[in-house]
Structures are given as structure tokens and as C-alpha cells.
């Protein structure tokens, strides 16, 4: 397996998905977006009426749906039982359930998985919460992505999304399985007070000094 990794992690609405889809852009590589995996799963969740805190019960679906994920050659895909749920992934309903979701650790492993095969054919920028921790620890290329919380309260609700950043951000960073951390190795960059470019360009000297 000689394909590259770069792991952007960092809490909800810090611009990781912004940084990764122009790091993907400009180095030519294709951008992963872990978070939608794990909504994919929340979307399946409830449109199939499960409590999504019956852990026993999305356990049980998560062993028999079939989850297929690609890429397009820049974004990567995913369908679920031949479904393909991306218009509904960023609903208020998917917000408040997704932290709840993620953190059950079969859950996790299933998609870790998947997340992982990505690199059987092609280099990634990936974005999420555990990927420069769990996902390829092994990577030079990780970087944690912060923002203070007025700001990315601001940044999301500017995408006209219901969400509170705050209550997913505790929750994805006190849960037992892969917390939310600065991964071992990872350098941090604030974009507080960066524009898109700044931050873009931030990004590029630290991956050029980690490689
Ligand atoms: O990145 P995004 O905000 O879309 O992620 C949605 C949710 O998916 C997060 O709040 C978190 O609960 C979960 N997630 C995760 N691990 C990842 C990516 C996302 O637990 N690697």
C-alpha cells in the first residue's frame, strides 16, 4: 500500500472541509469526507425508525446494510443499500443525532475500515475527528484544524444549518472510543483569523516541513 494519507482533523465547523477540498484541489488528490460517512449511517438510522440511542438496534443495521463508498476522482462517495443519502446529510435531525451514532464503537470499526481501503488505490486528503489518531496513525501528514467557537458558530450558521456546534463537540470529544484529540505528531493551525487563502497557504508550509 504506497498511497499517501493527509489527516485534517478538528471540531465541527473549524473549516477542515473547506481546507481539505483545496488541498485536494491543488496537490491532486482525492478529498475523503469522513463525517459524511458517519451521517450517512445517522440518515439510514432514522429512516428506518430506529432510537438512535438503542445501541443494540443500530448495531443490528449496521451488520446488514451495505455500504458502499468511492470516489469520483476528487470527492469521495457513498450509498447506502444502493441509496445514495448525500442531499440529506446535513439536516437539523442528522445534526443532533450523528455524535450519538459515532461514538457506538461498531459503528466506528465498520467505517474505520472503509476509510482505510481507500488507500488500496488511490492517495487522500481526509477529513474528520480520528483520522491522524486511528485512522493512519502512521501518516507524517496530520494536521489539527481550530477555530475559535464564536467563529465557527458563525461559519455554520452562515450555511443556514441547524446545529450547535458546541453540544457535538463535547460529546465527540469526551466519548471513550476515538475522541476527538490533537493526534500525536499533528501540527495545530487556528484559521480564527485567517481567510481562506491564509489558511490554505498555513497549510501547505506545515505539510512541506512534516514531509
Ligand atoms: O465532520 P462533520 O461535522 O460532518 O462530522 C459529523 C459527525 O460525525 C461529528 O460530529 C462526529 O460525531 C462524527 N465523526 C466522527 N469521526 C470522524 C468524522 C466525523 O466521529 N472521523
Avoid at 478529498?31 to 429512516?47: C, D, F, I, Q
Avoid at 432510537?51 to 470527492?75: K, M, Q, S, W, Y
Avoid at 502512521?138 to 477555530?147: L, M, R, S
Avoid at 500525536?184 to 497549510?203: F, N, P, Q, R
Wanted: net charge negative.
Amino acid at each position: 500500500m504506497n498511497h499517501h494519507a493527509i489527516a485534517i482533523d478538528g471540531p465541527a465547523a473549524s473549516g477542515k472541509s473547506t481546507m481539505a477540498r483545496a488541498l485536494a484541489e491543488r496537490l491532486g488528490l482525492v478529498m475523503v469526507n469522513s463525517g459524511a460517512m458517519y451521517r450517512a449511517v445517522t440518515w439510514k438510522v432514522l429512516e428506518e425508525k430506529i432510537n438512535p440511542t438503542d445501541a443494540a438496534a443500530v448495531r443490528e443495521l449496521v451488520g446488514r446494510i451495505r455500504i458502499d463508498c468511492g470516489h469520483d476522482g476528487t470527492f469521495s462517495t457513498i450509498s447506502i443499500d444502493g441509496v445514495d443519502p448525500t442531499p440529506f446529510l446535513r439536516s437539523a435531525e442528522v445534526n443532533a443525532n450523528v455524535s450519538a451514532i459515532s461514538a457506538i464503537p461498531e459503528v466506528r470499526e465498520k467505517l474505520v475500515a472503509l476509510q482505510r481501503d481507500y488507500l488500496k488505490s488511490t492517495h487522500v486528503v481526509m477529513e474528520g475527528r480520528d483520522i491522524g489518531s486511528v485512522v493512519f496513525p502512521e501518516t507524517p501528514f496530520k494536521i489539527y484544524i481550530d477555530a475559535d467557537p464564536s467563529v465557527r458558530n458563525h461559519r455554520r450558521s452562515d450555511d443556514g444549518e441547524v446545529d450547535s456546534v458546541e453540544t457535538r463537540d463535547a460529546a465527540d470529544s469526551s466519548r471513550t472510543t476515538a475522541p476527538l484529540v490533537i493526534a500525536d505528531g499533528a501540527t495545530v493551525l487556528d484559521t480564527s483569523k485567517l481567510s481562506i487563502e491564509g489558511a490554505i497557504k498555513a497549510a501547505i508550509d506545515i505539510l512541506r516541513a512534516q514531509g
